[in-house]
């Protein structure tokens, strides 16, 4: 019931803002808002973007929890989705998204009422077996013919 409410609300708040902005400043200066915005919220989302994907490498690499950096990477990729759709409710949101201190209050609101269950890295790898030089690994299926077949018939033509 609740993202139905969500659904029904944010077009609603946005349909008002567009009437009283446009009407304070008139139709040209409100679509060159929106399309401003869209366009410096892009370029904003790449470069969080890149920082977040920096910081999860990091993370993994490290072996650290890759929960906040991930976190990150989400909410900043749907930023960038709040920012793309033409708004002032959903391009303010989409801006406060962009700020790390506000992702990391969130991160930290989320993260006190979400339990995680299990948490694994890398996972079981077999070691590998020392080959020498000239070794090639492969598989291989054996293509013999069935025994009782006449010579030289291999079956995919009629004589």
Known sequence: ???FALFVAVPLIEIALFIQVGGLIGLWPTLAIVVITAVAGTWLMKQQ???AM???RRSMNELQDPSE???NGAMILFSGALLLTPGFFTDTVGFLLLIPQVRHALFNYLR???HVQQFEMGGATRP???RGPGVIDGDYTDVTPPSGGTP???GWTRH
Do not use: C, E, T, V
């Open 1 to 3: 019931m609740g993202l």
């Open 49 to 51: 973007g890149l920082r």
């Open 54 to 56: 920096n910081d999860l």
């Open 69 to 71: 950096p991930l976190a």
């Open 112 to 114: 006190k009422r979400i």
């Open 128 to 130: 590998r077996q020392p």
């Open 152 to 154: 030289g018939n291999s």
